[in-house]
């Protein structure tokens, strides 16, 4: 019942479908994708040959990559991120009056998703860049400590990156948040799409998100403990050793970009190392 | 309860028993004859109430001192507030305001937001308020509607949502089509307990979701002009858990199911099923028992088969 002097949001006349999108997302890509990622990530614990392969695997995308990064996971992230706010504003916690398990999750449900946010943005940019512009990584993302992770010294990079007490603290904060939100959804998902309808199977459902949650949670953990304990001049060893053997082999075309520079000092102060050109 | 205070009905009857938290306390629990588990005797309770003179008015609490009798409900405190209205410091006052109609806890008429929690006041029991907090009862009228006067609102918009969903088995006609298909004993008893809605509004009142609204005349404005834009505004906004189990009882009816793609589509519409957040304080306050996020994950399934049949069959 629009008025013209009152006319409804784009949001508000799609809100159905909107609402059923970003549910979606929270699942398909986003949370297959979290999973996937955490369990490539643990592989670092295996050994960095085992991590540094998986990670050329995910490379042979080459040029598609960053388009497969942005269509499939940046941008379905930064609409249900971007969306959630909006659906935190429209809710009014009131777990003081109805402090009910299921109205604690609601309100953590908001403060994972927080959490989430600010941990995936700064995340991203600490390993990726979000974009790989070279004046941007160069005035920008590098002087911040950003743009750490180089693809082909895959385990050295990240256990440089990962290096101190503070941002492993942070990590794991942020990935516990990931997983809790996920599983939580997970259960919230199976009431908006219908999936769990009799009490008796969402008491099930209860179950079943709490081992999915339990599994994904010792998988992060894993993966930050594997990030944090790499022996980075060892690891730098096997991936160069790689390198050269598939450069070699034409299995893999040259690219400076992706490998840490100078390769001398690695391990010691990837932060402050120089790197030149472009990615 | 020993069986020697039971009412005589209840001794041949076991089976009548009341639920508990509708259960008259027995004598010795009252807080006047149980001084050895640490109550106090009390000759007077007190009563604090959110008050309003009007719509649009400022609130005030106000104090009132009680006379304390075994087995009082919070609709009897307020008829002896009604009967001596003056303030626990002598202020002669108008009579507190409130509805009431059942008094059994089936009409919803007398839903407040008693001791912080939304419920109805003719269940609320004195004995056991001062049991959860001895120094007072609080009383407030519900937070998501417009306040009429003290605890009196206008819950206008839970019967809009309703309407807005059309919430009723249209049997008008002229014809007489006979009876209805029958209805297997299973869907009877699924259903049953949908049935017991008595649109008392405590599942929105405690939804984070539900956000308060209050449509306030204009200057020189028409009945029919107001109703309108309240009815317009009201559309907008989130039907509530009420409603939403009501698409499901009677898109279940065997008549009623003839109209479910009508009241689908008003539940995928703006302020539809769409906006519930799943915190599920609905089904834990609902006085009847109603499985809401049942309704709520049927209806979220059927919204969204609804959406897809109409993009492929149009
Ligand atoms: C980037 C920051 C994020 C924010 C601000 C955010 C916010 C939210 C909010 C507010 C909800 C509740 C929606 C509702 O009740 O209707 C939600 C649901 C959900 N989120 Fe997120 N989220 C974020 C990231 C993520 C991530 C990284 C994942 C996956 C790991 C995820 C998975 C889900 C799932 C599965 C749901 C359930 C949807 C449903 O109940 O239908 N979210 N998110
Ligand atoms: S569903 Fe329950 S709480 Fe909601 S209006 Fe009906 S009876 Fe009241
Ligand atoms: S489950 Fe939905 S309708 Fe019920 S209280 Fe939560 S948000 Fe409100
Ligand atoms: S008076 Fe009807 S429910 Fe209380």
Redesign the pocket.
């Known amino acids: 019942m629009a008025t013209a002097s009152n006319p409804r949001s784009f949001l508000a006349r799609h809100e159905f479908l909107v609402?059923r999108l970003?549910?979606?997302?929270?699942?398909i890509p986003?949370?297959a994708f979290?999973t996937m990622h955490l369990a490539a990530n643990a592989s670092v614990l295996e050994s960095p040959g085992t991590f540094q392969r998986t990670v050329y695997q995910i490379h042979s995308l080459g040029s598609l990559l960053p388009i497969v990064e942005w269509v499939f996971i940046f941008l379905p992230?930064?609409f249900?991120?971007?969306?959630?706010?909006v659906?935190?504003r429209g809710g009014t916690m009131n777990t003081g009056a109805y402090p009910y398990a299921s109205n604690v999750r609601?309100v953590l449900?908001?403060i994972?998703?927080?959490i989430?946010?600010v941990f995936?943005?700064s995340h991203v940019l600490h390993m990726h860049g979000w974009i790989h512009a070279e004046g941007w990584l160069e005035h920008v993302v590098r002087p911040l400590g950003g743009a750490q992770f180089r693809p082909y010294n895959a385990a050295s990079t990240l256990g440089t990156a990962m290096q101190g007490t503070l941002i492993p603290l942070l990590y794991a904060m942020g990935l516990l948040a990931?997983?809790f939100?996920?599983a939580?959804?997970?259960?919230?998902?199976g009431?908006?799409?219908g999936v769990w309808i009799s009490p008796a199977a969402q008491r099930r459902a209860t179950w079943g998100c709490a081992a999915v949650g339990s599994v994904l949670a010792l998988l992060a953990l894993a993966a930050l403990r594997g990030a944090v304990t790499v022996d980075t001049h060892h690891a730098a060893e096997v991936e160069n050793a790689m390198y050269e053997a598939r450069v070699t082999a034409h299995e893999l075309l040259p690219n400076e970009h992706k490998r840490a520079r100078p390769q001398a000092d690695h391990g010691r102060s990837a932060r402050g190392a120089k790197v030149e050109g472009c990615w | 309860m020993t069986p020697e205070s039971q009412p005589a009905t209840l001794r041949q009857f076991p089976h009548l028993r009341t639920p508990d938290h509708l259960a008259t306390p027995t004598r010795h629990t009252t807080p006047m004859a149980d001084t050895e588990h640490g109550r106090i005797a009390r000759e007077y309770f007190e009563v604090r109430i959110l008050r309003q003179d009007g719509p649009g008015q400022a609130s005030y609490w106000e104090r009132h001192r009680v006379k304390y009798e075994p087995d009082m409900n919070v609709i009897s405190a307020l008829q002896k507030i009604a009967a001596h209205p003056v303030t626990i410091d002598g202020q002669p006052v108008t009579p507190v305001a409130w509805e009431c109609n059942c008094l059994e806890e089936v009409c919803g008429a007398c839903t407040m937001v008693i001791n912080g929690h939304v419920r109805q006041a003719c269940t609320a029991l004195v004995d056991r308020l001062l049991e959860q907090r001895a120094s007072e009862i609080e009383l407030r009228p519900m937070t998501k509607f417009p306040v009429l006067r003290d605890l009196v609102v206008d819950r206008g918009r839970l019967f809009h949502a309703l309407k807005k969903t059309i919430s009723w088995v249209a049997v008008d006609g002229y014809y007489d089509r006979g009876p209805g298909p029958p209805q297997s004993q299973e869907e009877q008893e699924q259903l049953y307990p949908l049935s017991h809605c008595m649109t008392c509004g405590c599942c929105v009142e405690a939804c984070p979701q539900y956000a308060y609204a209050e449509v306030t005349r204009l200057e020189g404005e028409t009945d029919e002009a107001f109703a309108a834009r309240q009815a317009a505004t009201y559309d907008r906004l989130f039907v509530g858990a009420h409603a939403i189990s009501q698409v499901v009882l009677f898109n279940s009816h065997p008549t009623g199911r003839h109209m479910s793609g009508v009241r689908l589509d008003a539940l995928i519409a703006e302020g539809g099923i769409?906006a519930?957040?799943?915190a599920q304080n609905c089904v834990a306050v609902c006085p009847q028992k109603i499985p809401l996020t049942t309704s709520i994950a049927r209806a979220g399934r059927a919204s969204t088969a609804h959406t897809l049949h109409k993009w492929f069959e149009r």
């Open positions: 609402r970003h549910s979606l997302t929270g699942l986003i949370g979290m992230i930064l249900h991120g971007l969306l959630g706010l659906i935190i609601y449900q908001r994972t998703g927080l989430a946010l995936i943005v990931c997983v939100h996920l939580n959804g997970l259960w919230t998902m009431i908006t799409w | 769409q519930c957040g799943n």
